[in-house]
């Protein structure tokens, strides 16, 4: 259920018995020759509001205008501070609890919002949980096994691979077909949470926008298996918080 399309006579009646919300996080930034700008906010919004449905619950509306400066010399992309950020997920966490929603469940797509992310304080007596939707064992498989190293960091095809199943399907270019250059496990490893350098720079390392991940790859069918495994996980992981 979509709290922007319920009645406040329907939340009252469901606050009566539950607690749990559910809230998405994002971006909208360049997502490589494929790749459309929403991606991570488009991913991330469907699996929250699937994993709504099948856990019986509410999903609030999300945030697609997040922190992505690295990627701003890339046409497109919209950032905000990471100050910004974190002020207006806090005080849409408040209102939420002030209603009753004690229990506030984070799904997650865009590496550089976890590190804000980890600065919540709630109100006293609400929770906060945030998970990456690509967090979960079931997901993490079927990325190895269809992409392997190919996944990389960023227009990964995994995500790619949602939005052909979910929105539409962008024919690579004959550069996007080559691959990209591969990433070392130390570039990874400084670099987990997009902590990318200054735009230009970003731009001129990785001048069509993919970091280390092959997004020709992609298949729309991957895409309707990730989410359905996606979706599982979080619903499971969305029951066990809520009763905590």
Not at 37 to 60: K, M, P, Q, V, Y
Not at 64 to 85: C, K, Q
Not at 185 to 200: E, L, N, Q
Not at 216 to 238: K, M, N, Q, S, Y
């Amino acid at each position: 259920m979509k709290l922007d399309h319920m009645t406040w006579l329907e939340v009252e009646a469901y606050l009566a018995h539950r607690n749990g919300v559910f809230l998405s996080t994002g971006s909208i930034e360049q997502h490589g020759p494929m790749g459309l700008i929403g991606t991570d906010a488009l991913c991330s919004s469907a699996i929250a509001e699937r994993a709504a449905d099948l856990a019986g619950a509410i999903c609030a509306p999300g945030f697609s205008y997040t922190p992505a400066p690295f990627n701003t010399a890339f046409p497109g992309t919209v950032s905000i501070s990471t100050e910004l950020f974190l002020a207006l997920v806090s005080e849409v966490i408040t209102g939420l609890s002030a209603q009753g929603f004690t229990r506030i469940y984070i799904v997650n797509g865009h590496g550089a919002n976890l590190a804000p992310l980890s600065q919540l304080a709630p109100p006293a007596g609400t929770s906060v949980r945030y998970r990456s939707w690509w967090d979960f064992e079931p997901v993490n498989v079927l990325r190895k096994q269809y992409y392997g190293d190919w996944e990389g960091m960023h227009a990964t095809p995994s995500e790619i691979a949602i939005t052909q199943a979910l929105h539409r399907q962008i024919e690579p270019s004959e550069i996007a077909k080559q691959p990209p250059r591969k990433l070392s496990p130390d570039y990874m490893r400084a670099h987990t949470g997009d902590r990318h350098g200054p735009p230009d720079e970003h731009r001129r390392d990785f001048p069509d926008g993919r970091v280390g991940s092959h997004s020709a790859l992609a298949r729309p069918e991957h895409g309707h298996l990730l989410v359905e495994a996606a979706v599982t996980a979080i619903a499971e992981d969305f029951d066990a918080f809520c009763r905590s």
